[in-house]
């Protein structure tokens, strides 16, 4: 027995909580579903605030790297093409100079055998 002196007196008052006239099990002066509904509301607007603030800031940071870009005048894709061009006059100069160095070879092995 609890104290309404019924078996189902705690049950019987879980069951009330929900209902508009039930004073008692109050939270804040409301009922338990007006209780839950003001929290799913403060979820939601938290939500939107967080969903709105990310939307900011991810117009912050477009923005942002725009201008610098617009400062700096500097193309990464133009940057990578010229480190390629230059990498390959490298490679092109470095490949003439080995037939140079192949035919001053083969020069002075040439006058060595002769003399």
Same mark, same amino acid.
């Given at each position: 027995m609890d104290a309404s002196g019924t078996a189902n007196g705690i049950a019987n008052q879980l069951s009330s909580l929900g209902t508009a006239g039930n004073t008692q099990g109050n939270i804040n &002066? @409301? #009922? %338990?579903? +007006?209780? $839950? =509904? +003001?929290i799913a509301t403060n979820v &939601? +607007?938290? !939500?939107q605030t967080a969903t *709105? !603030?990310?939307?900011t800031q991810t117009q912050v940071q477009t923005q =942002?790297?725009? $201008?610098r870009t617009q400062v700096s005048g500097v193309s990464l894709d133009t940057q990578a093409t010229e480190v390629l061009q230059f990498?390959? =006059?490298? +490679? =092109? *100069?470095a490949q003439? %100079?080995?037939v140079l160095n192949d035919i001053l070879d083969s020069t002075i #092995? @040439? @006058?060595t055998v002769t003399t």
């Open positions: &002066g @409301m #009922n %338990l579903v +007006q209780f $839950l =509904a +003001q &939601g +607007q938290e !939500n *709105s !603030n990310e939307a =942002a790297t725009t $201008l990498q390959r =006059a490298y +490679q =092109a *100069s003439v %100079l080995t #092995n @040439m @006058m």
